[in-house]
């Protein structure tokens, strides 16, 4: 059975961009729920807004790569979650523009739609950060006294399943038989999708490596190491 060992890669390299991630305005006033709810409506329209080009672009996938289709599932599409929460918040999407950093997420994806690789890989974040974001809903749901899953469905959609899922994710893309370069543009797009994700907070694009200047003083190794994430503590971890 080939085995790539792909995924330690995608994690591991991709340490020091996650962290910048989760010290981003956006989710760290969510994790540390201080994130006015109005705030947190105006970000799950940008989301939906994105999520609308992505899924569609995911989709495509499935022709194009069979092998990597086979590990896209309905259940991993975030626009429907999205309508939900926006439902619940009454927010009506179609009168949002996109801020700039949601539009440059929107133009990276369409000019990647010949690349199934590429948005394999943007779609690997997309699904990963769903482990964090559970902590993330369930912080917001206490703060903004919400019941159930109401308005944080798209922040976890796989619910107790979370974790099963997403080894199994993971495990699946390390059994498929991958070229160099196919292994290549896959991390390319992991790498993309975070870039793109911490600069929803900025007007302005900042590349890879600008971010690591702006940020690079003040990354965790061993916070990385131990627990993964910078918010949450050893017993909390998953
Ligand atoms: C407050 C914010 C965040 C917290 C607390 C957080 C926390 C975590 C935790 C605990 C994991 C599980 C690690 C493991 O055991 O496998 C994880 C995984 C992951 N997170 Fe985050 N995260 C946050 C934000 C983000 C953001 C904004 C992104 C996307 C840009 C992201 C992308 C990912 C990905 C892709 C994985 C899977 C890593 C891998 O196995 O390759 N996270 N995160």
Request: aromatic share 10%; with cysteine; charged share 25%.
């Amino acid at each position: 059975m080939p085995t790539t060992q792909l995924t330690p890669r995608l994690k591991d390299d991709n340490w020091n961009l996650h962290q910048i991630a989760e010290k981003g305005q956006t989710p760290s006033t969510m994790i540390k729920g201080t994130m006015p709810k109005e705030t947190f409506g105006l970000a799950l329209a940008q989301t939906f807004i994105i999520a609308k080009v992505f899924d569609d672009a995911v989709a495509t996938i499935k022709d194009a790569r069979p092998d990597l289709g086979a590990l896209i599932h309905d259940e991993q599409y975030l626009t429907p979650y999205l309508r939900e929460d926006l439902a619940y918040f009454g927010i009506d999407a179609t009168a949002i523009t996109p801020v700039p950093g949601a539009q440059r997420f929107i133009d990276a994806i369409n000019e990647h739609r010949d690349d199934p690789c590429f948005l394999f890989g943007l779609h690997y974040v997309r699904l990963g950060a769903c482990n964090g974001n559970r902590f993330v809903a369930r912080k917001l749901r206490m703060v903004y006294k919400l019941a159930g899953t109401d308005g944080t469905r798209f922040l976890d959609p796989f619910g107790d399943t979370q974790r099963t899922k997403w080894i199994s994710f993971k495990q699946g893309i390390d059994a498929l038989d991958l070229s160099q370069n196919e292994q290549d543009r896959i991390f390319a797009g992991t790498q993309a999708a975070y870039v793109l994700t911490i600069n929803l907070d900025y007007d302005e694009h900042h590349t890879a490596e600008q971010l690591l200047d702006m940020f690079g003083q003040s990354l965790d190794k061993k916070a990385f190491d131990e627990k993964h994430s910078v918010h949450i503590s050893p017993e909390e971890a998953l």
